[in-house]
RNA sequence: GGAGAGGUGGCUGAGUGGUCGAAAGCGGCGGAUUGCUAAUCCGUUAAGGAUGUCAACAUCCUUCGAGGGUUCAAAUCCCUCCCUCUCCGCCA
């Protein structure tokens, strides 16, 4: 969420910012505001009248005065003037009020300033480049999940008996696979300084409005509809939520969680793209990086935060280049954000494998997690930070691409050796 | 699902109609003191919003789970809802 004391003292800037994503009309926002202040300086103004009157009738009667005399009966009735004045105002604020925060929820994150400009994903940037791509000769390459089927592994056609398409069942060493990828990415990430975390991945409403995923992108989770719950699309999601409508201290910060957690999405409107393979499922796993920081910090932090998720494409020797997203093709919440995106030979093309974002005080915000510097008067928004570290099918799928031998077996990376103790995939 | 208890400041926890934004303790901050490694004492310390020639500040409003009601006046009384805890039942 915004913060509509910027956008009402700095409302061209705002806007500018803003046309950088997309279409966006501050005006009617700026014309409620300006309402609801009106409004309440004149509620607020009865109301300090109306106080007055109840402490005065109170001291009045303590002090021995008849509760029945025509001076305690005239400041009564005033009283009771007052309250009704003040009750046909409040409806018309609280409504001004939600209007406000209804529209202040549908504002995307601002650009950051050093976001590259541009209206689509034609127009992000590479940053840089690791490893080396393997460039097929006579498509020798078998994309994943044919080879995932030849070894038996990976099952999409049962398992649409079990769910629907877009899902798939991991067997024997498939599954063993998936399990290392997890332990090793989170043993990984341990060691560089994140905490564990195993949160709900069923998700209230007021949770998925905090990190902004909702009232804006309702088609894209799958809702459980006897209760208010949905299923997480993203650990960064519970993880946010964490510390909802909490105060921090500064000394407590950064935090820094790993966590490994499925995730759901119902991909809405993407019906024709990736109905193949493990590249865009309803149900995946993955790693998920996420910080709570100071505003100070964060820009370092999310440098960090990127290296951290690098590392595992490193030591699993897949090649791989870091693509900063222009501001058309930011996310929601996001004010920038860098995609590692891994090599896929069979498809001769990188394909995003983590997607690593700062969102500054955006989430903060809606959420309400601020923290207090000792010593020092109030409370800031904490930044956050999320990034994959990384989405385990789609690392799956680029091991099997990559690692792939001409005999249709597959090399298991040697990082990964210690927890699989297998060497090839037959 | 049945029965009961409860939701108060960073935390613990008092408060059943008026000067309560709220006792006390803990924690934090500032200071004093002491040679015994930390103790003692004093002071201070909620958040959000609006307004003001808003930086330090001042004034006002809101907030004791949420919403409504009674009253001149509600943390306190009434109603509805949500959530948490305990016991029982069921169950991985």
Redesign the pocket.
Known sequence: MLD??QIRENPSFVEERLQSRGSYDLQPLLTLDQQQ?EL??K???L??R??????L???K??AGSD?QSTEIQS??QE??DL?NEIGELEPQEREIKSQLADLLLTLPNLPSESTPLGNSEEDNVEVRRWGDEYIPQNSDILPHWEIGEHLGILNFERSVKVAQSRFVTLIGSGAALERALIQFMLDRQIAAGYTEVLPPILINTQSLTASGQLPKFAEESFKCAADDLWLSPTAEVPITNLYREE?LAAEDLPINHCAYTPCFRREAGSYGRDTRGLIRLHQFNKVELYKLVHPDTSEHEHQKLVANAEAILQELQLPYRVIELCTGDLGFSATKTYDLEVWLPSANKYREISSCSNCRDFQARRGGI?F?E??K???QFVHTLNGSGLAVGRTMAAILENYQQPDKTVRVPEALQPYLRQEVLT
Do not use: C, F, M, Y
């Open positions: 509509i004391k202040r309440e300086a509620r607020s103004h109301q300090a109306s106080n007055e009157i109840g402490k009738v109170g001291q009667i303590k509760p400041l009564r009283g009771n309250k105060i601020r207090k000792s010593g008067k109030g409370t």
